[in-house]
C-alpha cells in the first residue's frame, strides 16, 4: 500500500496484526516476546502504555540541549579535521536517554555498544548470530538494574529503538541540510526529512481475516507491506512531494506511525535528533555512503569537516 489515506486505515485496522516474534528461548527471544513492537489488542496497549510511563520519568525537554554539548565535545576534538559523524548518531542519543533514566553517567557508552548488538538483531527476520545478542541483552539487564521482565521491556525498547531510527533521521537531515544549504530553522528540517527521506521506510502486517483498504480487498493470512516512504510522498497530500522543502505547511508524516501505534519515543527521538542536528550545522558535508538495506536508510558513514 503507497497511498496515505490507505495506510493511515491500515495501521487503525486490528485486523492486520504485526509480524510475530520469531521462535525461540534466549534472552533476545524473550526479549522481542515481551515490547509492545510484536503485540497486538490488549497486550499491546498495556506494553505501550509501560513505555510511555517510562518516558513520563524522563525531562524529555533537557535531552536537546545534552545531546548538544556532547556533539560539540565530539566536533571540538576533530575541528579543522574530518569525522564520520554516524558513531557518535548512534552513541550519543542512546547514552543521554540512558543517564535520563537513571543510569551512571560513567556506563553510557558501555549501554551505547550493548544496545547497538541488540538493535541488529531487533527487527523480524535479522540475520545474525544470536550469542552476541543474547549476552548483549543480558548485559543491558544488568546495567539496568535488573528490573522486573515487563519494565526491562519497556526501557529496552525504548534505548534500542533509539538506535538506528534516531541516528538515521540525524543522518539523512544532515545529508539533506549540509547539502542543499538549508541551514535554517532544525525543526521545520527535521520534520521535513521524516517526510521526505525517513529511516524506516516500511511496515509489515498479517491480515487476520478478509479486510477492505479503499480499493483493496485483502485476502486472510496474506502479508501487507505498508510503504510510509511512499505515503510520505502521496501527490493527494503533499505539494511537490519530490521536493525538499522544510517551509511546506504539510505535516502529515506516518515514519511514527499513526493512531493507537504511534512511536511512544517520537517527542524524545525529535528532541534528541534537534540537539545533535543543530550542533552540527557548521560543519561541511565530505561524503555520505549508505549500506544497502531492505527497510532501513540510515548513513553508513556521514563524513563531515569540522
Not at 500500500?1 to 485486523?15: K, S, Y
Not at 558513531?87 to 547497538?116: D, H, N
Not at 545474525?128 to 526491562?152: I, K, N, S, Y
Not at 493507537?260 to 558535508?285: D, I, N, T, W, Y
Request: net charge neutral; aromatic share 4%.
Amino acid at each position: 500500500m503507497t497511498r496515505q489515506a490507505d495506510v493511515r486505515a491500515a495501521l487503525a485496522d486490528p485486523r492486520l496484526q504485526v509480524t510475530p516474534p520469531a521462535p525461540g528461548d534466549g534472552p533476545m527471544a524473550r526479549l522481542r516476546r515481551a515490547v509492545s513492537r510484536f503485540s497486538d489488542g490488549a497486550e499491546h496497549t498495556a506494553r505501550r502504555s509501560a513505555a510511555v510511563a517510562e518516558y513520563g520519568r524522563i525531562a524529555v525537554a533537557a535531552l536537546r540541549a545534552e545531546v548538544g554539548a556532547r556533539v560539540c565535545v565530539e566536533l571540538a576534538a576533530a575541528r579543522g579535521g574530518r569525522i564520520d559523524l554516524m558513531p557518535a548518531a548512534r552513541a550519543i542519543p542512546v547514552g543521554v536517554l540512558a543517564t535520563a533514566m537513571g543510569l551512571q553517567a560513567g556506563l553510557s557508552s558501555e549501554v551505547s555498544e550493548v544496545v547497538a548488538v541488540i538493535a541488529a538483531a531487533y527487527p523480524p527476520g535479522a540475520v545474525v548470530e544470536p550469542v552476541p545478542a543474547d549476552r548483549a541483552v543480558t548485559r543491558l539487564e544488568a546495567l539496568l538494574g535488573h528490573p522486573e521482565p515487563g519494565r526491562f521491556a519497556a526501557l529496552a525498547v525504548l534505548l534500542v529503538q533509539t538506535c538506528d531510527a534516531t541516528a538515521g533521521l540525524i543522518g539523512n537531515t544532515l545529508g539533506q541540510v549540509l547539502s542543499h544549504g538549508a541551514r535554517g530553522a532544525v525543526d521545520a528540517a527535521l520534520a521535513e526529512t521524516l517526510r521526505f527521506d525517513p529511516p524506516v521506510r516500511a511496515t509489515v502486517r498479517i491480515a487476520r481475516e478478509p479486510v477492505s483498504i479503499g480499493e483493496v480487498a485483502i485476502p486472510a493470512t496474506a502479508t501487507v507491506i505498508l510503504d510510509l516512504a511512499a505515503a510520505n510522498r502521496d501527490p493527494a497530500v503533499f505539494a511537490y512531494p519530490g521536493r525538499f522543502d522544510p517551509g511546506r505547511p504539510e505535516r502529515a508524516s506516518l515514519t511514527f506511525g499513526s493512531g493507537h501505534r504511534s512511536c511512544p519515543g517520537e517527542k524524545a527521538a525529535f528532541e534528541m535528533a534537534a540537539g545533535f542536528v543543530q550542533a552540527a550545522l557548521g560543519c561541511e558535508l565530505a561524503d555520505i555512503r549508505y549500506a544497502p538495506s531492505t527497510n532501513l536508510r540510515v548513513p553508513s558513514r556521514l563524513e563531515v569537516i569540522a
